[in-house]
Nanobody, 125 residues
Framework: QVQLAESGGGLVQAGDSLRLSCAAS????????MAWFRQAPGKERVFVAA????????RHADSVKGRFTISRDNAENMVFLQMNPLKPEDTAVYYC??????????????????WGQGTQVTVSS
């Protein structure tokens, strides 16, 4: 069983920074990729960023490019999301996810096998 645990969310003001962390544990953990998604109230879960576990190559949604950066620590089985500067429209529950195999479409949540419980990020104006 693979488990993911997110942390680092909170209530901040517009323009502030947050760093989300996701710790992965479980059997023979060898993800192909890890990603962050977010879900705002009343909206669908959407892609934020993904990272290839071996190569470290990344991709980010257009809405966060230049503001958010995904990174990973292979030794610690952790993935991070640095968010700066934050905007009120970034308010959402943020989830990390693992894709065991290469996704056909990194932005499709169906391509990911394991999910964390999420961490709330609230940005006030």
């Amino acid at each position: 069983q693979v488990q993911l645990a997110e942390s680092g969310g909170g209530l901040v003001q517009a323009g502030d920074s947050l760093r989300l962390s996701c710790a992965a544990s479980g059997r023979t953990l060898r993800p192909y990729a890890m990603a962050w998604f977010r879900q705002a109230p009343g909206k669908e879960r959407v892609f934020v960023a993904a990272i290839n576990w071996s190569l470290g190559s990344t991709r980010h949604a257009d809405s966060v490019k230049g503001r958010f950066t995904i990174s990973r620590d292979n030794a610690e089985n952790m993935v991070f999301l640095q968010m700066n500067p934050l905007k009120p429209e970034d308010t959402a529950v943020y989830y990390c996810a693992i894709a065991s195999q290469r996704p056909f479409n990194y932005e499709n949540s169906d391509q990911y096998d394991y999910w964390g419980q999420g961490t709330q990020v609230t940005v006030s104006s």
